[in-house]
T-cell receptor, first 120, second 115 residues
Framework: NAGVMQNPRHLVRRRGQEARLRCSPM?????VYWYRQLPEEGLKFMVY????????ESGMPKERFSAEFPKEGPSILRIQQVVRGDSAAYFC??????????????????FGQGTRLTVV | AQSVSQHNHHVILSEAASLELGCNYS??????LFWYVQYPGQHLQLLLK??????LVKGIKGFEAEFIKSKFSFNLRKPSVQWSDTAEYFC?????????????FGSGTRLSIRP
C-alpha cells in the first residue's frame, strides 16, 4: 500500500503562471487535507476535501487558489497567477475517514512528502 | 474554532537530556490530539496520538505525551534524547464530532540536539 503521493516534488513557476499540485491519497482514503508551510513557520490549514466535496476551505485565500478532489483521480491544488509570496512547501494528507471516527476510532491522517513551489 | 499553541520555538539540548515540549489547545469540546515529527527535508510522520482512554500515550522512538484535560495540554516528553531526534515537532488537534473537521497544527518547535 503506497503512501500519500504528491507530485511534483519541486515546481518552479514564473510570476503570473499557474501551478498545479497533485495529491494521490492512500488506497481506501477518501479524505484529503492540504496545508502550506512557509519558511520558519508551521503548517497552515488550507482546505479539507472529501470525494467530490469541499468540507472546509476556511484556510484558502479568497482569490487565485482552488482545490478539487474528483471521483476519479488525484486531488488538485491549483494556484493561478502565482506571486512570490506563494513560494512554500505544500503538504497533502489523507485519512480513510475523519480522524477519531470510523471503525475502532483509530484513524489518523498520513502525510505526503510535499511539493516545494518556488516562484521566480 | 480550535487553535494550538506551542510555547517553545527552538529548543537546544545535549544528548541524554530529558525533553518536554509544551502544547496547549483551545476548544471547548472533545478533541483528538496528535504529535507529528518532521526530520530535515522529510515529510511529517506521526509520533503518537490520543483519541480516548488512558491520557498517557506512548509513541514511537521512546516518546510519550500526557493529555491533561483540565489544562487543555498535551505535552510531549522523552526521558533521554538522542542526536537523531533533531527535527521539528508539531502538535495538532481536531475537534471530535460526528461530522468531519479539519486538523489544526501548532507553529512547531525546532529541536536541536548537541552531540
Amino acid at each position: 500500500n503506497a503512501g500519500v503521493m504528491q507530485n511534483p516534488r519541486h515546481l518552479v513557476r514564473r510570476r503570473g503562471q499557474e501551478a498545479r499540485l497533485r495529491c494521490s491519497p492512500m488506497k481506501g482514503h477518501s479524505h484529503v487535507y492540504w496545508y502550506r508551510q512557509l519558511p520558519e513557520e508551521g503548517l497552515k490549514f488550507m482546505v479539507y476535501l472529501q470525494k467530490e466535496n469541499i468540507i472546509d476551505e476556511s484556510g484558502m485565500p479568497k482569490e487565485r487558489f482552488s482545490a478539487e478532489f474528483p471521483k476519479e483521480g488525484p486531488s488538485i491544488l491549483r494556484i493561478q497567477q502565482v506571486v512570490r509570496g506563494d513560494s512554500a512547501a505544500y503538504f497533502c494528507a489523507s485519512s480513510p475517514s475523519p480522524p477519531g471516527t470510523g471503525v475502532g476510532l483509530n484513524t489518523e491522517a498520513f502525510f505526503g512528502q510535499g511539493t516545494r513551489l518556488t516562484v521566480v | 474554532a480550535q487553535s494550538v499553541s506551542q510555547h517553545n520555538h527552538h529548543v537546544i539540548l545535549s544528548e541524554a537530556a530529558s525533553l518536554e515540549l509544551g502544547c496547549n489547545y483551545s476548544y471547548g469540546g472533545t478533541v483528538n490530539l496528535f504529535w507529528y515529527v518532521q526530520y530535515p527535508g522529510q515529510h511529517l510522520q506521526l509520533l503518537l496520538k490520543y483519541f480516548s482512554g488512558d491520557p498517557l500515550v506512548k509513541g514511537i522512538k521512546g516518546f510519550e505525551a500526557e493529555f491533561i484535560k483540565s489544562k487543555f495540554s498535551f505535552n510531549l516528553r522523552k526521558p533521554s534524547v538522542q542526536w537523531s531526534d533533531t527535527a521539528e515537532y508539531f502538535c495538532a488537534v481536531n475537534a471530535r464530532s460526528s461530522s468531519a473537521s479539519k486538523i489544526i497544527f501548532g507553529s512547531g518547535t525546532r529541536l536541536s540536539i548537541r552531540p
